[in-house]
Structures are given as C-alpha cells and as structure tokens.
Antibody, heavy 120, light 109 residues
Framework: QVQLVQSGAEVKKPGASVRVSCKAS????????IHWVRQAPGQGLEWMGW????????NYAQRFRGRVTMISDTTISTAYMELSRLRFDDTAVYFC?????????????WGQGTMVTVSS | EIVMTQSPATLSVSPGERATLSCRAS????????LAWYQQKPGQAPRLLIY???TRATGVPARFSGRGSGTEFTLTISSLQSEDFATYYC?????????FGQGTKLEIK
C-alpha cells in the first residue's frame, strides 16, 4: 500500500543539526512533491517546505531559509529534511507528506512523524 | 501569505449531534476551491478528510461534508461518533506557502 515511513526519534543539543528521512513505497516517487510539516508540542501544523524528487527543486518557508535543506534520493525513494543550528523551539514532531505534481492538491498521505527534541 | 482562521478553537458537542466547524481565509481562494480539511488524533499524523472544499477523500464516511467558497468554508459532521472527537485543521493549497488554520478541537460534551 501507499505509505511514507519516517526515521526514529532524535535528541539533539542546541546548535546541532538533525536529519530526518522519509521512505516512500507503493507509488511512483518522482510523481509527487514531498512536503515537510512540523508540530510543536500542543501546537498546530506548520509547513516547512517541499522537495521535488523529479528535479531536486526545493521551496522553503521564509522562516526556515538558511537553516533547512530538503533533498531526495530517487534510487531508494527516500526524502530527507535537515535542520541546522537547532534551537529549543525546534522541538517538535516532523511529518513528511506528499502532493501530486500536476496540479495544486491536498496532502493525501502522511508519514507517522518523527519527534525531534532539542535539549541541553 | 494567506492566513487561515478557524473557529471556534474548541467545540463541545454530544455524540449523535451535529458539529459545524468554520474556516476563513484572509483572501479569496481560486474557483477550483483549493481548501482541505484534516483530522488529527493525539499521537497520530493528520488524516485528509476533504479536498477541493467539498470532496471526501477515499474512505471518509458520508457524515463528513464540506462546503464554502471565496473566503468562508465549513466542515460539518452530521451525527458525531465517538471516533470523531479530535482536532480538525483547514489548509489552503492555492499557492505556496500552503498555510493551515490553528485548529478546532472537537470534544465530547
């Protein structure tokens, strides 16, 4: 079945970097953008950006530019999100999700989420 | 950037009753109605319920319905079941960034 499976929880110190992976299966990986959305504890959903596995193109939310990198490896149908210079307020669950290429669309499949804790 | 505002923040409804959740966009969305609703339960990923403002996603029960246009949208759950008590988010996908509302928590009265 169609699914996105993310890597496990991470604990990082302030100033460090974290990389979260998102492995796709059950569909043509290159046919969909992979978006990243995060959710701080008790808070709402915040869109971070996307990567286009077909072109390697990216688009990042303004507040993350300079700190976030999103890439994909089509040979293993996996996308990655790396966030650098971590701060305490980056503590959140990070989700990957997909959007079909050919027209703006809703996010129909989500990964299970990866908890990233920033703690000294 | 389009700001999505949901109301109320919390809605208390008894099982079997109807619930109506609202979502307002800070600017009018396209005629293709690029508006989605998601359901999220604690510890789970969001689940797509409605897209294009009124189309139910695969497997979503018929008691969920969406409507609206322009800047005003609603999600209605016609007869609440125990599994429907959750937090609901609206999202536009008109242009990037695809922003979310702050959510409405639907709780048991």
């Amino acid at each position: 079945q169609v699914q996105l499976v993310q890597s496990g929880a991470e604990v990082k110190k302030p100033g460090a970097s974290v990389r979260v992976s998102c492995k796709a299966s059950g569909y043509t990986f290159s046919g969909y953008y992979i978006h990243w959305v995060r959710q701080a504890p008790g808070q709402g959903l915040e869109w971070m950006g996307w990567v286009n596995p077909n072109t390697a193109g990216t688009n990042y939310a303004q507040r993350f530019r300079g700190r976030v990198t999103m890439i994909s490896d089509t040979t293993i149908s996996t996308a990655y999100m790396e966030l650098s210079r971590l701060r305490f307020d980056d503590t959140a669950v990070y989700f990957c999700t997909r959007e079909v290429h050919d027209q703006p669309s809703a996010f129909d499949i989500w990964g299970q989420g990866t908890m990233v804790t920033v703690s000294s | 950037e389009i700001v999505m505002t949901q109301s109320p923040a919390t809605l208390s409804v008894s099982p079997g009753e109807r619930a109506t959740l609202s979502c307002r966009a800070s600017q009018s969305l396209d005629s293709s109605l690029p508006l989605a609703w998601y359901q999220q339960k604690p510890g789970q990923a969001p689940r797509l319920l409605i897209y294009a403002a009124s189309t139910r996603a695969t497997g979503v029960p018929a008691r969920f319905s969406g409507r609206g246009s322009g800047t005003e949208f609603t999600l209605t759950i016609s007869s609440l079941q125990s599994e429907d008590f959750a937090t609901y988010y609206c999202q536009h996908y008109y242009f990037w960034p695809y922003t979310f509302g702050q959510g409405t928590k639907l709780e048991i009265k």
